[in-house]
């Protein structure tokens, strides 16, 4: 079966860079929610979109954007780049279905600043 | 503020034991309740839901909720190393996941 695609797998920067973090759900899931995830961390949920609309906004930085296209996948900016920010980015998609929306979850975006 | 707790172990269970791990969570309002396993480095990987009172299994897994105590478990019978990882606990279902902290499992062959 079809699973969450995210690239790149790994990325380094540097402080003050920014970053673009790919997501491509689940075809025909409608939501995409992203996490972030510290080490020993557990995951924490920065935004997400439904039919490519926010719908929820978490612990997201202002220096932190994200958009849901037409074809749903999604993108992740990071602007001014620090050290925190070096950290596991997962992606999930859902199919809406209340509140028995699983989300599944895709292999992740390991960031590195330096 | 929702919470999700649980207790981070290790827990330590022999190899063919049942492990079991358990979750509680603050809001009685949710209505759903999953059970990744995420191994370190990798992605958190659902491994099972419930929306109801009583027991739900699945293969070696079965998982337990009780809603008036707030209360929410999951079992692994005949452990393996293999199982050896963090289990989350999340909840609610339709919104954001909020995880517990987590529980790491260690199957000492």
């Known amino acids: 079966a079809a699973g969450v695609i995210q690239s790149p797998r790994h990325l380094i920067k540097e402080k003050r860079e920014t970053a673009t973090l790919k997501c491509y759900p689940i075809?025909?899931?409608?939501?995409v929610y992203w996490y972030q995830q510290g080490p020993g961390q557990d995951p924490q949920f920065l935004i997400s979109f439904y039919e490519k609309m926010q719908s929820d906004k978490g612990s997201i930085p202002d220096r932190f954007s994200a958009q849901q296209f037409s074809d749903y996948h999604s993108e992740l900016n990071m602007s001014s780049l620090e050290l925190g920010d070096s950290a596991l980015y997962f992606c999930a998609s859902s199919f809406n279905r209340g509140h028995k929306n699983e989300q599944f979850f895709g292999p992740g975006t390991r960031l590195t600043v330096l | 503020q929702k919470e999700v707790e649980q207790n981070s172990g290790p827990l330590s269970v022999p190899e063919g034991a049942i492990a079991s791990l358990n979750c509680t969570y603050s809001?009685?309002?949710?209505?759903?309740f999953f059970w990744y396993r995420q191994y370190s480095g990798k992605s958190p990987e659902l491994i099972m839901s419930?929306?109801?009172?009583g027991d739900k299994e699945d293969g070696r897994f079965t998982a337990q909720l009780n809603k008036a105590s707030q209360y929410v478990s999951l079992l692994i019978r005949d452990s393996q190393p293999s199982d050896s990882a963090t289990y989350l606990c999340a909840a609610p279902g339709n919104t954001p996941l909020v995880f517990g902290k987590g529980t790491r499992l260690s199957v000492i062959a």
């Open positions: 809001d009685r309002g949710s209505q759903s």
């Open positions: 419930i929306y109801s009172n």
């Open positions: 075809p025909r899931h409608d939501t």
